[in-house]
């Protein structure tokens, strides 16, 4: 992949606390085109922007440096991370929402995480949606996203049910997991199922149970050893 083109956007500020990123955050766009997204990304009556953005064709843009805190998330948490802005570095991605993501823009994806997780020693458990931080605000990067492509190159995770994992209510391994104990059960569950069950639907059952706590055994959320 090619570097991508600085586009800089005047939505930043510095990280708060002398924070430094350990989350990746992704979205999608929402918007007609790339070239859409990009123009609000740096219209400062916006007042939104990401680090990177790519487009359906593969072709990058970076608005914000990634020592800087661009201005994606809005409130959630992950963990013990509230400030989620100034923890992440956040990559939007040209999609609606409601379909695939093209070929070339996962190609362009899975050559910028290494680089990002590298420089920042940031493990692949910490690479997240939107929707897993924020669940009662946001949907993205939805049920289309490909989560076990990335995880099958060490850039996110999937759970193993084979983990013998010890037996836990929904709500309790969610938390242990990274997901606020606050947030609307319901949305929490759609969020959950977008990443690890695209398409199902209905109360929760027992696969969700069982898929929660592999991944709470697997990886519970760390306590923060970086301010902010």
Same mark, same amino acid.
């Given at each position: ?36 997204? %990009?123009? /609000?990304?740096?219209? =400062?009556?916006?007042? #939104?922007?990401? *680090?990177?953005?790519? $487009?359906? @064709? ?58 990002? %997780?590298? /420089?920042?020693?940031? =493990?692949?458990?910490? #690479?997240?949606? *939107?929707?897993?931080? $924020?669940? @009662? ?75 929660? $706590? ?15």
């Amino acid at each position: 992949m090619t570097a991508p083109l600085w586009h800089p956007s005047p939505n930043f500020g510095p990280r708060r606390l002398g924070a430094q990123p350990d989350l990746v955050v992704i979205h999608y766009t929402a918007m007609s085109s790339a070239e859409a997204a %990009l123009e /609000r990304l740096c219209d =400062p009556q916006a007042e #939104v922007s990401a *680090h990177y953005l790519i $487009a359906a @064709d593969g072709r990058a843009w970076q608005m914000v440096a990634e020592v800087a805190r661009a201005w994606h998330a809005g409130a959630g948490s992950w963990g013990d991370v509230t400030d989620v802005n100034s923890r992440s570095v956040g990559i939007e991605l040209d999609n609606s929402g409601d379909r695939p993501f093209p070929e070339p823009l996962m190609t362009t994806l899975e050559a910028l995480l290494p680089g990002i %997780l590298r /420089r920042w020693s940031i =493990p692949p458990e910490r #690479v997240i949606g *939107h929707s897993d931080m $924020a669940p @009662d605000r946001k949907t993205d990067p939805g049920p289309h996203f490909d989560w076990s492509r990335l995880a099958r190159q060490g850039l996110a995770i999937w759970p193993d049910d084979d983990v013998d994992a010890p037996e836990s209510d929904f709500d309790t391994a969610a938390t242990r997991f990274g997901y606020s104990s606050t947030c609307d059960p319901k949305k929490r569950l759609q969020a959950f199922r977008d990443r690890f069950r695209p398409g199902a639907t209905g109360p929760e059952d027992a696969t969700d149970r069982i898929l929660m $706590a592999c991944l709470a055994a697997q990886w519970p959320v760390a306590q923060s050893r970086r301010k902010a």
